[in-house]
T-cell receptor, first 114, second 113 residues
Framework: DGGITQSPKYLFRKEGQNVTLSCEQN?????MYWYRQDPGQGLRLIYY???????QKGDIAEGYSVSREKKESFPLTVTSAQKNPTAFYLC?????????????FGQGTRLTVV | AQSVTQLGSHVSVSEGALVLLRCNYS??????LFWYVQYPNQGLQLLLK??????LVKGINGFEAEFKKSETSFHLTKPSAHMSDAAEYFC???????????FGDGTTLTVKP
């Protein structure tokens, strides 16, 4: 079945460590996105990519980095510069980076700093 | 700039009662609007979307929403609530592409037996 796979589902990080969240899609979608979700808040855009080897910062990119070396993969690295990384992270994709196309979401990764 | 306001962070209804979740948007251009549903510890799933073809949009699971430009609203309704409708609902607006959307803070729907 086609879809978006995020791994791991749960991730624990010690302060000062970098961690990488995986996002893979087999939908052949051009665009991919990373959102952060905190309790009682909506989703906030971290980074997005409309095409391979290109990506743009979203609203809260500080402390995060991404790469888009392959169409199907868009990993997110949470660096030690991110002051409050504990959150639920959602990866999404859309068939085209054009208005009117809906986003498909993965199941999320819950990151906890210990 | 686009923005979304969802009125009421928590809504509680009895099983079989009308569900009404409110969403108001702000956009400098004709918007594309979406409603998504999220079950605990899961991703979001699209319920329905407005893309200017019709003001009344029907979605999955019996939900529908009406786009009212004069009120800048896109409220979500369902005539009869079911226990399985208990979840968090997000309204989103997009001026560019769907993934790069602005989301509301969400409304948690509780359905009482």
């Amino acid at each position: 079945d086609g879809g978006i796979t995020q791994s791991p589902k749960y991730l624990f990080r010690k302060e000062g460590q970098n961690v990488t969240l995986s996002c893979e899609q087999n939908l052949n979608h051009d665009a991919m996105y990373w959102y952060r979700q905190d309790p009682g808040q909506g989703l906030r855009l971290i980074y997005y990519s409309q095409i391979v080897n290109d990506f743009q910062k979203g609203d809260i990119a500080e402390g995060y980095s991404v790469s888009r070396e392959k169409k199907e993969s868009f990993p997110l690295t949470v660096t030690s510069a991110q002051k409050n990384p504990t959150a639920f992270y959602l990866c999404a994709s859309s068939i085209r980076p054009e208005v009117g196309t809906e986003a498909f979401f993965g199941q999320g990764t819950r990151l906890t700093v210990v | 700039a686009q923005s979304v306001t969802q009125l009421g962070s928590h809504v509680s209804v009895s099983e079989g009662a009308l569900v009404l979740l409110r969403c108001n948007y702000s956009s400098s251009v004709p918007p594309y609007l979406f409603w998504y549903v999220q079950y605990p510890n899961q991703g979001l799933q699209l319920l329905l979307k407005y893309t200017s073809a019709a003001t009344l949009v029907k979605g999955i699971n019996g939900f529908e929403a009406e786009f009212k430009k004069s009120e800048t609203s896109f409220h979500l309704t369902k005539p009869s609530a079911h226990m399985s409708d208990a979840a968090e609902y997000f309204c989103a607006v997009s001026e560019t592409n769907a993934g790069k959307s602005t989301f509301g803070d969400g409304t948690t729907l509780t359905v009482k037996p």
